[in-house]
T-cell receptor
Framework: KAGVTQTPRYLIKTRGQQVTLSCSPI?????VSWYQQTPGQGLQFLFE???????NKGNFPGRFSGRQFSNSRSEMNVSTLELGDSALYLC?????????????FGPGTRLLVL | GNSVTQMEGPVTLSEEAFLTINCTYT??????LFWYVQYPGEGLQLLLK?????DKGSNKGFEATYRKETTSFHLEKGSVQVSDSAVYFC?????????????FGQGTTLQVKP
């Protein structure tokens, strides 16, 4: 079975731009969660989607948003990029809801904001 | 609240040495516990898990036992290899009502020298 895939793997943007990251979960998985990883803050939860509905949201500004499609694929969007948004963005999928099933992670998208 | 504390790194060992990375947690209810590993430039890989007290998770020579009485989930390996050099994350997962969480420790860097 193919694992979680994320595209693109690397991205360079400038301040003020927006960016969209994509995540395809493991086949059959209905839950997708997103995390931001930085050297200073570690791994921080962004949001969880299940059956096209946002179930949880972490403590991030409204510039961070996401959605999930009927095939469980998910996208996250960051608008008006800031230098501090430079990070590795990780997507994870699971069969069921976050906290009830094991999360499997993708390789991540490394975003650099200049 | 829920939290995970890992021993500070980096941990530097010689090949074939014994490894212990300490992890303790604070949680309400009965969380599941995980160890994830992150190799340079990659996403997180699930290393092992335990879902209830006294369970032992094991994989690739690594082991960890869910100790509810000491709220610990220490990672051990009898003989490390250079290829085990990576960052190791302890995590807990639980769901309460509509809110699910996967909470990570700060990560412990392991360097194994030949």
């Amino acid at each position: 079975k193919a694992g979680v895939t994320q595209t693109p793997r690397y991205l360079i943007k400038t301040r003020g731009q927006q960016v969209t990251l994509s995540c395809s979960p493991i086949s059959g998985h209905r839950s997708v969660s997103w995390y931001q990883q930085t050297p200073g803050q570690g791994l921080q939860f962004l949001f969880e989607y299940f059956s096209e509905t946002q179930r949880n949201k972490g403590n991030f500004p409204g510039r961070f948003s996401g959605r999930q499609f009927s095939n469980s694929r998910s996208e996250m969007n960051v608008s008006t990029l800031e230098l501090g948004d430079s990070a590795l963005y990780l997507c994870a999928s699971s069969l069921g809801l976050l906290g009830e099933e094991t999360q499997y992670f993708g390789p991540g998208t490394r975003l650099l904001v200049l | 609240g829920n939290s995970v504390t890992q021993m500070e790194g980096p941990v530097t060992l010689s090949e074939e040495a014994f490894l212990t990375i300490n992890c303790t947690y604070t949680a309400t209810g009965y969380p599941s516990l995980f160890w994830y590993v992150q190799y340079p430039g990659e996403g997180l890989q699930l290393l092992l898990k335990a879902t209830k007290a006294d369970d032992k998770g094991s994989n690739k020579g690594f082991e960890a036992t869910y100790r509810k009485e000491t709220t610990s989930f220490h990672l051990e390996k009898g003989s490390v290899q250079v290829s085990d050099s990576a960052v190791y994350f302890c995590a807990l997962s639980r769901r309460s009502g509509n809110t699910g969480k996967l909470i990570f420790g700060q990560g412990t860097t392991l360097q194994v020298k030949p």
